[in-house]
C-alpha cells in the first residue's frame, strides 16, 4: 500500500526530477495541495478530488516547459480553484505551453489564448476561444458568464462593458 508521502518520489521521479529534488519541494507539495493532514493515508482511499490535487501542486512545483491539465481545475473548493488558477498564470507568464482539456466553457474563456475542439479524436476548429465556442455552441447556452471582480481576481478577467448612454430626448 502507498501513501502519498511514498507516491510523491516515483511520480516525480518519472517527470525527470531525482528524488533529492522530491525531497527539496516535498513540504512545498503537501503544503499547496493542502493535504498536510491525510499525507500519510494510502492513495487508495483518496477522493479523486484529493489526487487531483496532489497531481497538480507535484506537475507545478517546478517551472514545466508544457503541462497537460485534464478537468483538473474544476476540483476543491472555491479557494483552492482560485489558488490553481494563480499558480496557472505563473505558469504560463514563465513561458510555458499549457495544454487544458475541459468541458467548463467559462474557464476556457478566461484561462486559454487559444481554443482547438476535437470530434471522435480529429481536429474540427482551432481559433480564438469565443469562435470556437460558438461552433460548439451556436445557440450560446453555454455561453460563460463574466466574472464578478473581487480581490481575488485578476483585473484583466473581468469582462468590462460600457453603460449604455441614456437616450436623449430631443
Not at 496532489?54 to 514545466?64: H, K
Request: charge should be negative; include cysteine.
Amino acid at each position: 500500500q502507498i501513501v502519498a508521502d511514498q507516491a510523491g518520489t516515483p511520480f516525480t521521479v518519472t517527470l525527470g526530477r531525482s528524488k533529492r529534488e522530491v525531497r527539496e519541494r516535498f513540504d512545498s507539495i503537501v503544503d499547496f495541495s493542502e493535504l498536510g493532514e491525510f499525507i500519510d493515508v494510502p492513495l487508495r482511499n483518496y477522493s479523486s478530488g484529493m489526487t487531483a490535487r496532489l497531481g497538480f501542486a507535484i506537475a507545478t512545483a517546478w517551472d514545466p516547459e508544457i503541462l497537460i491539465l485534464d478537468e483538473v481545475l474544476v476540483v476543491g473548493d472555491a479557494a483552492f480553484q482560485q489558488k490553481c488558477h494563480r499558480r496557472l498564470r505563473e505558469v504560463l507568464a514563465s513561458g510555458a505551453t499549457v495544454l487544458m482539456v475541459s468541458h467548463t466553457a467559462r474557464m476556457l474563456m478566461l484561462q486559454c489564448s487559444r481554443r482547438l475542439r476535437l470530434a471522435e479524436g480529429h481536429l474540427v476548429a482551432d481559433g480564438p476561444p469565443a469562435e470556437v465556442l460558438a461552433q460548439y455552441d451556436p445557440e450560446g447556452i453555454a455561453k460563460p458568464k463574466p466574472p464578478e471582480a473581487t480581490p481575488e481576481t485578476d483585473v484583466a478577467e473581468a469582462e468590462v462593458k460600457p453603460e449604455p448612454e441614456p437616450a436623449v430626448d430631443g
